[in-house]
């Protein structure tokens, strides 16, 4: 559900809302405070900033704003919805243009070689006889395939582009699994713009003091192609190895699961959950620098996480 003020000179009223309208709706976005009124347990709300009449020049910046948020939206509740048969199997929105999760088809989006296509059915196969019982094969693939296509748009390389998106489907669908067993160690959420600099870091350092005591991911709201590597190589110097780190888009799967999400200068792109425990902790500027400055912001982080660990463990 979208909640909006009346525009001057609007050729109709905008129609009012109610509290059937608000206790029917799994999302509701509005503007300013997300205090709305009556919401069905387990609504999604999230509050965006007000823009009253924007002038005739600010028009293109604010519809492109628009339609990048409900490109995401529609995304996130494509990646939850389980999908009807196509022609007697699932199936796979990377696949079947009339099923497009909302991301803009193109060349690079849209072509799956032969090869990726074998190697993301036989990982939506592997998924699902782990997930059994809990998540149905057709969601099972549906998030495979979404997780291709959502990678595809910021891959530089896509040489391992099939095995990325294994893993990225992975970590979503056990997030999905974990948000409907509700069972486990805590899960925390990093979000960042691009998950290149701090919110990859802040990861790092948690997974690294918590161990297999936590679930740690990162994400980003607008996903960069590669994490800085000044900021891996500053990471590498304490001692963390991260192997194979990729940016990796917000999706309401890993938000839905989260017991704690921290955002820097994020939080009006995250959905709200009622039982979620949500953090700021600041604008997400580029941890590109000297050396110096580089430390001065890890070490800034890793005060931060050494804090949220002593406060969250089990």
Known sequence: MLVGQGAPGAT???????????????????????????????????????????????????????????????????????????????????????RSSGVP???????????????????????AARHAGVLSPEVVERVVFESYTALSRTARVRTHLAALA?????????????AREGSGPPQVLFVGRHDTGRAQIAAALLAHYAGDAAVVRSAGTDPGSTVDPQALRVLAARGLELGQVYPKPLTDDVV??????????????????????????????TVTG????????????DGKVRTLWGTIRP
């Open 12 to 98: 109709a009223p905008p129609e009012p809302v109610t509290a059937d309208l608000l206790r029917a709706a799994d999302r509701v976005i509005g503007p300013g405070s997300p205090d709305l009124g009556p919401l069905r347990p387990g609504t999604a709300v999230r509050a965006r900033p007000v823009c009253s009449n924007p002038t005739p020049d600010r028009w293109p910046e604010v519809l492109g704003d628009l339609e990048s948020r409900v490109s995401a939206l529609q995304v996130e509740i494509t990646a939850l919805a389980a999908g009807p048969a196509c022609a007697g199997r699932p199936c796979a929105a990377a696949r079947c243009p009339s």
């Open 105 to 127: 088809v193109n060349d690079q989006t849209d072509a799956t070689s032969p090869l990726d296509t074998h190697v993301l059915e036989r990982t939506a196969e592997r998924l």
């Open 166 to 178: 294994g893993h990225f489907a992975a970590d979503r669908l056990a997030a999905l699994a974990h």
């Open 256 to 285: 839905r699961a989260a017991d704690h999400v921290i955002t820097f200068g994020t939080a009006e792109a995250v959905p709200v959950y009622p039982h979620t425990d949500h953090q700021d902790w600041g604008a997400d500027r």
């Open 290 to 301: 000297n050396p110096e400055e580089l430390e001065m912001i890890v070490a800034e982080v």
